[in-house]
């Protein structure tokens, strides 16, 4: 069964940094992948990054070149590093593991997604 469980998070200024952690306590090595979504309230939900077992990465538009996403060696725990946060970063962030796409409905429908960890990042 698998159980995501995130952390990290909270709250930063400006240009600050945090790292969220997921961790997949019933992964195998089935070849899927982990990422993050982030949801604010009256915006679109959207994927901001995932990563695959063989290490393909995606990174949305808006963070490209401030965050960084890793898996550890045994590839079921996940890590985005995000540096140089801006306001517009607040959001609620979700592990997911499975096959992830853009479409954030049908993500939550087809795969294991976390509880949510807070970021909220002031200007």
């Known amino acids: 069964e698998v159980k995501l469980v995130e952390s990290g998070g909270g709250s930063v200024q400006a240009g600050g940094s945090l790292r969220l952690s997921c961790l997949d306590s019933g992964r195998t090595n089935d070849g899927t992948d982990m990422g993050w979504y982030r949801q604010a309230p009256g915006q679109k939900c959207e994927l901001v990054s995932s990563i695959s077992s063989w290490d393909k990465t995606y990174y949305a538009d808006s963070v490209k070149g401030r965050f960084t996403i890793s898996l550890d060696d045994t590839k079921s725990r996940v890590t985005l590093q995000m540096n140089s946060l801006k306001p517009d970063d607040t959001a609620m962030y979700y592990c997911?593991?499975?096959?992830?796409?853009?479409?954030?409905?049908?993500?939550?429908?087809?795969?294991?997604w976390g509880q949510g960890t807070q970021v909220t990042v002031s200007s």
């Open positions: 997911a593991a499975g096959y992830l796409g853009l479409d954030c409905e049908r993500s939550r429908r087809l795969n294991a």
